[in-house]
């Protein structure tokens, strides 16, 4: 398996890890079981980081995905940072089409930048009067 699905309590952030060989079936995988597990979170903050992650999905893959996480129930709310290595994105064309179909996703290269994003769209919840969970 070449990811990890975690959540940091203090944080409120739910982190997706990708390392080593990473294809279409483990991709969809960690979607889901983010689905299952935090899909109930109200915000949902996600951090995708894909830097030690070698993506063999064939662009109609990446497509597609990218497709099936906007419409996917329990993360389709979410808002997603996307952490990846300076010279090379290997989420481009996923976080591309999540986008046009309608999901918050933002690419980021340091974590910090990418924390950050993610607690600003919650304090911003807080002050509009979302109820937070």
Same mark, same amino acid.
């Given at each position: 398996?070449?990811?990890q @699905?975690?959540?940091?309590? %203090? %944080?409120? @952030?739910?982190?997706?890890i990708?390392?080593?060989? =990473?294809?279409?079936?483990?991709?969809?995988?960690?979607?889901?079981?983010?689905a299952? $597990?935090?899909?109930? &979170?109200?915000p949902?903050?996600? &951090? =995708?980081?894909?830097?030690?992650?070698?993506?063999?999905?064939?662009?109609? *893959?990446? *497509?597609?995905?990218?497709t099936? @996480? !906007?419409?996917?129930?329990?993360? $389709?709310h979410?808002? /997603? !940072? @996307? &952490?990846? !290595?300076?010279?090379?994105n290997?989420?481009?064309? /996923?976080?591309?089409?999540?986008?046009?179909?309608?999901?918050?996703?933002?690419?980021?290269? %340091?974590?910090?930048?990418?924390?950050?994003? &993610?607690? *600003?769209?919650?304090?911003?919840?807080? /002050? %509009?009067g *979302?109820?937070?969970?």
């Open positions: 398996m070449g990811f @699905v975690r959540f940091n309590a %203090t %944080t409120r @952030v739910v982190s997706a990708f390392f080593d060989r =990473v294809d279409a079936a483990e991709k969809r995988a960690a979607a889901r079981q983010m299952e $597990k935090y899909g109930h &979170l109200h949902l903050n996600v &951090l =995708v980081d894909v830097r030690q992650a070698d993506i063999e999905m064939s662009v109609a *893959e990446r *497509e597609a995905f990218g099936y @996480v !906007a419409h996917l129930q329990g993360v $389709k979410g808002r /997603i !940072a @996307v &952490l990846h !290595a300076p010279e090379y290997a989420n481009v064309v /996923i976080d591309g089409v999540a986008r046009a179909e309608g999901l918050n996703v933002l690419e980021f290269v %340091t974590e910090q930048a990418a924390l950050q994003w &993610l607690a *600003e769209g919650e304090k911003s919840r807080s /002050i %509009t *979302e109820v937070l969970r």
